[in-house]
């Protein structure tokens, strides 16, 4: 098991940057596939971003690609999305998650993931 804690979540202006992190107890935590959702209100909630149990391999939503950058540090067990150019649409709670791995085909699916956190909000104001 793996329980997850997110932080770094603020109000922050459009254009501006944002760092949230995800910090895991346990130490399994290489051996899980990591990922960021995220759910603004009124709204379903979307993959963001994941990354494979080595780093190697990142995968990202279309909405913030080139934008967002996750990353994974093991030695630590934490997990962090770097967040640039925020638009307004970007305003939600973000949800660091963990699975065991499955394959690609399901590493967007929230309903793949096991284990979850409770949220930071992040707000861009205009």
């Known amino acids: 098991q793996v329980q997850l804690v997110e932080s770094g979540g603020r109000l922050v202006q459009v254009g501006g940057s944002l760092r949230l992190s995800c910090a895991a107890s346990?130490?399994?935590?290489?051996?899980?596939?990591m990922a960021w959702f995220r759910q603004a209100p009124g709204k379903e909630r979307e993959f963001v971003a994941a990354?494979?149990?080595?780093?190697?391999?990142?995968h990202y939503a279309d909405s913030v690609k080139g934008r967002f950058t996750i990353s994974r540090d093991n030695a630590k067990n934490t997990m962090d999305l770097q967040l640039d150019s925020l638009k307004p649409e970007d305003t939600a709670v973000y949800y660091c998650?963990?699975?065991?791995?499955?394959?690609?085909?399901?590493?967007?699916?929230?309903?793949?993931?096991?284990?979850w956190g409770q949220g930071t909000q992040v707000t861009v104001s205009s």
């Open positions: 990354i494979t149990r080595s780093g190697g391999t990142t």
């Open positions: 346990g130490r399994t935590f290489s051996t899980y596939t």
């Open positions: 998650a963990a699975k065991v791995p499955r394959g690609p085909a399901t590493i967007r699916l929230d309903r793949e993931y096991d284990y």
